[in-house]
């Protein structure tokens, strides 16, 4: 599977946008990008997953580099509940929908 | 969203004792489910991948004598610690899928596991 870098951790203010960056120099032209986060003893959760253009949903955007060898989820206005570990992960018909997760970046929100 | 629920959320066994994790999708038929680990303060593990119907596949270093992976059903998967061991002692996670499609995943909320 090819790798993705993270920051091991970032901060932001409440109620400030965040932009997490992930790196995917390796990424194969079939693989999706997937972002899923995880509060502290729960499971995962899904964010958001892309392809090539960028995404939008209720919880963050995605914003995919033109040569797709990067990404940036994006949450708009965090809150204290966003506080997580963020994990990008790629996904390709290779790994059989597995997700394999790395070490991700713990996102702290200060009031 | 779909729902996947796992039970217990967390157990305490003694050493040598055998302990069963159960997740079930409860809105959605699950065609594959996955099996994860997650010690303190680090990544989740896959530790293998079930479909139903057929036998799991482990990944490298995941003694599948030891982890018993149960899918009888679109809707149920059951993982089984064997002989367990204080190393054993962990956040089992499980995750399901609907279809082939490229879909978001939906995890449990995990079972802490502590062997005494």
């Known amino acids: 599977d090819a790798k993705t870098t993270q920051p091991n951790s970032m901060e932001s203010n409440e109620e400030e946008p965040v932009h997490l960056p992930c790196n995917h120099s390796t990424i194969s032209g079939t693989d999706y990008i997937h972002w899923y986060r995880q509060l502290p003893s729960q499971g995962p959760e899904y964010v958001i997953h892309g392809l090539t253009s960028n995404v939008n949903n209720r919880m963050a955007s995605l914003a995919i580099a033109e040569d797709r060898k990067s990404s940036t989820l994006i949450l708009h206005r965090a809150t204290l509940r966003d506080a997580a570990v963020y994990y990008c992960i790629l996904r390709g018909r290779g790994s059989g929908y597995a997700l394999n997760f790395g070490k991700g970046t713990s996102l702290l929100v200060t009031p | 969203g779909a729902v996947v629920s796992q039970h217990p959320s967390w157990v305490i066994c003694k050493s040598g004792t055998s302990v069963k994790i159960e997740c079930r999708s409860l809105d959605f038929q699950a065609t594959t489910m996955f099996w994860y680990r997650q010690f303190p303060k680090q990544s989740l593990m896959l530790m293998a991948t079930?479909?139903?119907?057929?036998?799991?596949?482990?990944e490298q270093g995941v003694e599948k004598d030891k982890f018993l992976i149960n899918h009888a059903s679109l809707t149920l998967s059951t993982l089984t610690v064997t002989s367990a061991h204080p190393e054993d002692s962990s956040f089992y996670i499980c995750s399901a899928r609907a279809g082939k499609r490229e879909t978001e995943a939906f995890f449990g909320q995990g079972t802490r596991l502590t062997v005494v």
């Open positions: 079930s479909n139903e119907g057929s036998k799991a596949t482990y």
